[in-house]
């Protein structure tokens, strides 16, 4: 298995299938995680987390607690970034600690690759500003393939600001490495610079891409204000890239609606629309535990998940 | 007095009088006093076999930080790294702390220059008080000032209001100075940290088009055009930017340029590993503009080499990219870099290489006894390198107080043996030297 995971490309495709198929085995006996492995006793996982994010941070320290791990959580508010100990600092002291792995959120894009420099520990990345969220991408690809069982030939579509957007990048080259096919759509405002070299295809036409979508996924739309903002209001944001209750009949039966939270109801999605039965999006909350309890497993543990004996 | 000293049978290259030869330079004194077939009469001699003697490299962009940031570089120090390269001038940016905006400060960096006396530092003084760009700093105090300053920069923080840019200009001129501007327009840059291409859309770091450039540099190419003044455009990036150029030398209009090595050589795809060792301003480009840059500087539509040599200590740069200050070393690469990426493929040959390096840059800021010519009666200013030796370029070797050098490790041929400056050795046999003989 890989000793970091900075980018979902850090995987091929047989390594996500087996975080796949061993995140799986740990929800069994339902979606619900209850049972308690002894795999991780002895190892420390460090939750470094620069930007506040309790869903993400509550996630790793489950997933890292179910399987027996000492778990420490550092937070670092964004003023001490500013004047006080650096990342490299940081970085050393926990590294004097012995980790075994650090988890790292950072608003700078590249910070878990300059972590990864400095440390021995494995480190993954639980966010890292525009970049990459790999494990978001894995807990996604974890769902769809719940509901479709396999990637190839899905369309996902992926609505609003790509352009600023960690789970976009992730989710985009994840799912096209899993075989699925991947549109972008939005105002051109927000979509990446030089988009044609991602090998996507790109529209502002929601209404025109719903129907034949497999998978919608809506992200989390903030408003920029001010000469460089992206669009003008998020009343008009929402009207015209919005996914609400009428719009959603547009979809097919079996397409599911994804976000990877937090909601702003009514801006990328109304209330309605994220409470169809049609979307999975407390189920994404739900298989993050489970997927990020296989990558830890995987990285830390190695062994295979089917030898394992519950303690609890 | 000194020994006279003869440099004997180097190939000699010196645009001004557009010699290319194998000779022997004499040396008395502070002056060079005879070229040609010289014999040995009361001199050291020493053996110039297959290396080039050209005269001494000239910067017209470097950041020797004092004072103010002492911790990353001194005079002292950047003047030792300047000698180690081949120069012999270096002009000194304005963006130290306190900003070089007054007859005062430029005064004390002349003054530390001379107190090293490792090359002659010309200061750059700001164009606008504490670069902040909003008034015209006392460009007329500066330039009768004994710093005798006849250019003048905000560098690194581009001129951004039209209104001031024109003021800067026709002031200037009652001086004949030279006003450069860091082309980069606020808003389109604003927040980014990296050229804005393929390469930044997948690191998901916030970019810098090359258009930031191109429309301040256009917008300064028309008020140079109204103003009739002097236009020096700093580390040019961009491939559009070699463009207005070439149209405005057309047109008449009165602008030199200069490029750095590593706009010359490196591309966006290093920051992948997000290490700001990689981090500048202008960011690397794309091939594309690295070879308009290349053949720009070939054809002269760029006029020279300048270093914009930016030490930064290792905390400042070992971190977030992001968070990271622009910059890189490069006084003591720079022949290395040009000589690799440039002359070995054919690209440009010895007579261009010197001019870029020396010749034009003198004349771009009018610096007397700088860029040669090589001839009886002038100031022995000089460079001797051997241009075929390869050499590992090593940070820790390196004088710079800093090592930020993006050629860490790097294989470049063209390596100084010996540096004069006024006749005195500041480096000789590639060691350095304290300017006795
Ligand atoms: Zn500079």
């Known amino acids: 298995m890989i000793r970091h995971l900075l980018s979902i490309k850090d995987l091929d495709p047989e390594g996500i299938e087996r975080v796949l198929a061993t995140a799986a085995t740990f929800q069994a006996d339902g979606p619900r995680i209850m049972r308690k492995y002894p795999t991780l006793r002895g190892k420390t996982v460090v939750n470094l987390f620069y930007e506040a994010s309790t869903r993400t941070r509550t996630s ?245 998940a089917r030898e394992e004996v519950p303690v609890e | 007095m000194s020994k006279a000293v003869v440099f004997r049978g180097a190939r000699v290259v010196d645009p001004a009088s557009g010699r290319d030869e194998t000779a022997d330079v004499r040396i008395e004194g502070e002056q060079i006093t005879d070229i040609g077939k010289i014999s040995t009469n009361h001199a050291e001699e020493i053996d110039c076999a297959g290396l080039i003697l050209a005269p001494g490299f000239v910067d017209l962009h470097a950041h020797l930080r004092e004072p103010g940031r002492e911790d990353a570089e001194t005079v002292a120090t950047g003047t030792r790294a300047a000698a180690r390269g081949g120069y012999t001038a270096v002009c000194a940016m304005a963006n130290t702390d306190p900003v070089a905006d007054s007859a005062a400060i430029v005064e004390q960096v002349v003054a530390l220059g001379r107190a090293a006396g490792l090359a002659d530092v010309y200061p750059v003084g700001a164009i606008s008080v504490g670069l902040q760009g909003e008034q015209l700093a006392e460009l007329g105090e500066m330039a009768t000032s004994s710093a005798r300053v006849n250019f003048f920069s905000d560098d690194g923080k581009c001129v951004q209001s039209a209104g001031l840019m024109r003021r800067a200009l026709e002031y200037a001129r009652a001086f004949d100075a030279v006003i450069a501007n860091h082309a980069e327009e606020g808003a389109l840059a604003s927040g980014g940290h990296m050229n804005e291409g393929e390469v930044s859309s997948i690191l998901g770091i916030a970019g810098i088009p090359a258009e930031a450039e191109e429309v301040i540099l256009a917008r300064d190419l028309a008020l140079a055009k109204l103003t009739g003044a002097r236009l020096h455009v700093p580390h040019v990036s961009t491939a ?186 500041t480096v000789r046999e590639g060691s350095d030297a304290d300017g006795q003989r």
């Open chain 1, 60 to 304: 790793f320290e489950l997933a890292a607690k179910r399987l027996s791990a000492d778990v420490v959580n550092f937070s670092v508010s964004g003023s001490a970034v500013e004047k006080g100990e650096s990342l490299k600092d940081t970085a050393q002291t926990i590294e004097a600690m012995g980790v075994d792995a650090i988890v790292i959120r950072h608003s700078s894009s590249g910070a878990p690759n300059r972590l990864a420099g400095w440390v021995s520990a494995s480190v993954i990345n639980a966010g890292d500003g525009m970049h990459e969220h790999p494990t978001q991408a894995l807990l996604d690809l974890y769902t769809i393939r719940q509901h479709f069982g396999s990637f190839s030939g899905l369309r996902v579509a992926i609505v609003g600001d790509i352009a600023h957007s960690r789970v976009a990048r992730s989710n985009v080259w994840g799912l096209q490495m899993m075989g699925a096919d991947v549109t972008l759509v939005g105002p051109p405002t927000l979509l990446p610079p030089r988009v044609e070299g991602w090998g996507v295809e790109t529209t502002a036409d929601i209404e025109a891409v719903l129907p034949k979508a497999d998978v919608v996924y809506l992200l989390r739309m903030q408003l920029e204000r001010g000469t460089g903002a992206t669009v003008p209001t998020l009343r008009e944001y929402s009207r015209l890239w919005g996914l609400d209750a009428a719009r959603a009949t547009l979809l097919k039966d079996e397409a599911l609606i994804m976000h990877p939270g937090p909601m702003n109801r009514g801006v990328e999605i109304t209330a309605d629309a994220a409470e169809l039965p049609r979307s999975v999006i407390t189920d994404q909350v739900a298989n993050g535990v489970a997927v990020r309890m296989a990558l830890l497993y995987l990285m830390l543990g190695g062994r295979d």
């Open chain 2, 240 to 425: 559009g930017t070699v463009e207005l150029i070439r149209a405005a030398k057309a047109r008449g209009v009165r602008v030199t340029a200069e490029a750095t090595p590593h706009h010359l050589a490196l591309t966006d795809d290093l920051v992948s590993g997000y290490d700001p060792v990689y981090k500048v301003a202008p960011p690397l480009r794309t091939r594309d503009d690295v070879d308009a840059v290349r053949k720009g500087l070939a054809d002269g539509t760029i006029d020279c080499v300048a270093t914009d040599h930016a030490p930064h200590p290792p905390e400042d740069k070992e971190r977030e990219f992001d968070l990271a200050p622009c910059g890189m070393l490069n006084l003591e690469t720079a022949l290395g870099v040009v000589v690799t990426e440039l002359l070995d493929p054919g690209l440009l040959g010895w007579l261009r290489l010197i001019e870029a390096m020396s010749t034009a840059p003198a004349r771009a800021r009018g610096l007397d006894g700088h860029g040669g010519p090589i001839a009886p009666g002038t100031p022995a200013n000089l460079v001797v390198f051997d241009p075929a030796t390869a050499w590992i370029v090593e940070p820790e070797k390196l004088a710079s107080k800093s090592k930020n050098t993006p050629f860490a490790g790097r294989t470049l041929k063209g390596k100084v043996v010996h540096t004069m400056l006024r006749g005195r050795f």
